[in-house]
């Protein structure tokens, strides 16, 4: 039998796989073009952000791309420059979700129970948290959702 682990690695691989195509189908000189709100980078940014902080509970105040700057709880995760800015190479965004991703996948597939259990931060919940497993299922139809976004800004 498969193990819930397993399962979400799988399919956080196959989302992430399926949202770097939609990514590579942007053309280079369109890749930080803003279409319907925010450019494909920005949309690759966001997701590498919220993977850090929703699956592998990194604090790391390097947050410029949760998509909720103007709210205080993201004061404190933002006070030391992003990683890499919207304007970064476009290959050099790519990596970094690739990176990210790869390091969520990994954690994913060796997580212990202990690990899938409790509660997690989770702004979005009217207690700003919610059960671990809920809180990396919503973000993995997060992905989904922007992956949608980006191909629908291809299109405007």
């Known amino acids: 039998m498969t193990s819930i682990q397993e399962f979400l690695a799988d399919n956080y691989r196959t989302e992430l796989n399926a949202f ?3 990514l590579d189908g942007v053309p280079e000189d369109s890749f930080a073009t803003a279409r319907l709100g925010h450019s494909p980078a920005w949309h690759a940014l966001h997701i590498a952000d919220w993977l850090r902080l929703t699956v592998l509970g990194d604090k790391t105040p390097t947050y410029h ?8 709880w993201v004061a404190g995760l ?7 800015n919207e304007d ?13 991703g790869a390091e969520a ?4 597939q060796n997580a212990s129970d ?13 207690n700003g ?10 973000h993995l139809r997060h992905v989904a ?12």
């Open 78 to 84: 933002g006070t030391q420059p992003a990683p890499l």
């Open 88 to 100: 970064a190479a476009r290959a050099d965004i790519l990596a970094r979700l690739d990176t990210v």
């Open 114 to 126: 202990a690990d899938m259990s409790g509660m997690t931060f989770s702004p979005s919940a009217p």
């Open 20 to 22: 770097r195509a939609v």
């Open 145 to 156: 959702y922007h992956r949608g976004q980006v191909v629908l800004g291809q299109k405007a």
């Open 105 to 108: 996948v990994a954690y994913l």
């Open 65 to 72: 791309y949760l998509g909720w700057e103007d709210k205080d």
């Open 129 to 138: 948290e919610r059960p671990r497993l809920a809180a990396v299922g919503l």
